[in-house]
């Protein structure tokens, strides 16, 4: 089922009752300049979507429940700073059998390289690390940088972008996981990662606080 679209009067009374509640529905028709008949339809809709609760001789009471644009503001609210966690880094000259040693230790889907500035060189993940191992023998002389995408074709984010935007780019080109990074000027500083995972738990819980 789509969300509710509440038009402008709809939306005053949700802001009035807010402020204010418990209120009547008299008050809030004052409030508006306008009658009780012309408002009960607009309470009745309020009430019945879960926007309002309704207590005889009390009046109304905002019940929680967000319109659709108050969500989606709360969803470009999340800003990727408040959700990152810790990157798992290694250097471009480890051997890609300790590489895989890594992914596994950290278990985490990929790994970020930097190089000898620890700055970002590229991005290695379990595709490529497996890609790498089928038919060789000796991957313990094979360094890492060989197999791993490097720069400019990795997807990164800075912490202050929201979190929709980054999980639309994970989407789009199709990725586990992306670098937060902060500009200096010699390179790009590795400072967190965003997950598939992590974006998921986050709009998880916004689910359960505003009871979609």
Same mark, same amino acid.
Do not use: W
């Given at each position: 089922?789509?969300?509710?679209?509440?038009?402008?009067?709809? %939306?005053?009374?949700?802001?009035?009752?807010?402020? &204010?509640?418990?209120?009547?529905?008299? !008050?809030?028709?004052?409030?508006?300049?306008?009658?009780?008949?012309?408002?009960?339809?607009?309470?009745?809709?309020?009430?019945?979507?879960?926007?309002?609760?309704? =207590?005889?001789?009390v009046g109304y009471f905002y019940a929680g429940?967000?319109?659709? !644009?108050?969500?989606?503001?709360?969803? &470009? &609210?999340?800003?990727?700073?408040?959700?990152?966690?810790?990157?798992?880094?290694?250097?471009?000259?480890?051997?890609?059998?300790?590489?895989?040693?890594?992914?596994?230790?950290?278990?985490?889907?990929?790994?970020?390289?930097?190089?000898?500035?620890?700055?970002?060189?590229?991005?290695?993940?379990?595709?490529?690390?497996?890609?790498?191992?089928?038919?060789?023998?000796?991957?313990?002389?094979?360094?890492?940088?060989?197999?791993?995408?490097?720069?400019?074709?990795?997807?990164?984010?800075?912490? &202050? %972008?929201?979190?929709?935007?980054?999980?639309?780019?994970?989407?789009?080109?199709?990725?586990?996981?992306?670098?937060?990074?902060?500009?200096?000027?010699?390179?790009?500083?590795?400072?967190? =990662?965003?997950?598939?995972?992590?974006?998921?738990?986050?709009?998880?819980?916004?689910?359960?606080?505003? %009871?979609?």
């Open positions: 089922m789509s969300p509710i679209e509440l038009n402008k009067r709809q %939306e005053e009374i949700l802001q009035i009752v807010k402020n &204010n509640g418990p209120i009547t529905g008299e !008050q809030i028709a004052d409030r508006l300049s306008l009658t009780r008949a012309t408002l009960r339809p607009d309470l009745a809709i309020l009430t019945m979507a879960g926007f309002l609760d309704a =207590r005889p001789r429940k967000k319109s659709a !644009q108050a969500l989606a503001d709360t969803m &470009n &609210n999340m800003k990727v700073k408040d959700f990152q966690s810790m990157p798992v880094v290694i250097r471009e000259s480890v051997s890609v059998y300790d590489a895989i040693c890594q992914l596994f230790l950290e278990d985490v889907g990929t790994l970020f390289v930097v190089d000898t500035d620890s700055y970002l060189a590229g991005v290695v993940s379990r595709k490529d690390l497996l890609r790498a191992s089928i038919g060789r023998q000796e991957l313990n002389q094979i360094p890492v940088h060989i197999v791993m995408t490097r720069m400019p074709n990795i997807t990164y984010c800075t912490k &202050n %972008e929201s979190l929709i935007k980054v999980a639309g780019r994970l989407i789009e080109q199709q990725i586990d996981s992306v670098p937060v990074i902060q500009e200096d000027p010699g390179g790009l500083k590795v400072t967190g =990662r965003i997950t598939k995972t992590t974006i998921t738990r986050a709009f998880l819980s916004l689910s359960e606080s505003h %009871e979609l």
